[in-house]
C-alpha cells in the first residue's frame, strides 16, 4: 500500500474556509474544521488518510519566504 501525503500552504483565508495552494500549484478550499485550532496564512499542511489536516513538522520555510517577497513585488 502506497501512501502519498498532499502538502498545502494556507494563501488566505475566505468566510469559513481556508484557500490553500497545493504542491502543483493548485487552489483548492479546505472547510476550516478540518484544521487545528491555531493555523493562519502562510502556514504548510499535511492532508492526513482521514481528510484532516495537521501542521507540517517540517515546513520549507525557504518557499514561503519566497512566496511573500513575490507578493511584494507586484
Known amino acids: 500500500m502506497v501512501i502519498t501525503m498532499r502538502k498545502f500552504i494556507i494563501d488566505r483565508f475566505e468566510g469559513s474556509y481556508a484557500v490553500c495552494e497545493a504542491e502543483d500549484k493548485s487552489k483548492t478550499t479546505v472547510p476550516k474544521y ?9 502556514d504548510y499542511l ?17 518557499k514561503s519566504k519566497e512566496k ?7
Open 34 to 42: 478540518k484544521l487545528p485550532l491555531d493555523c493562519k496564512e502562510g
Open 46 to 62: 499535511i492532508q492526513n488518510d482521514d481528510g484532516m489536516y495537521q501542521k507540517d513538522p517540517h515546513p520549507k520555510k525557504k
Open 68 to 74: 511573500l517577497n513575490h507578493l511584494f513585488d507586484n
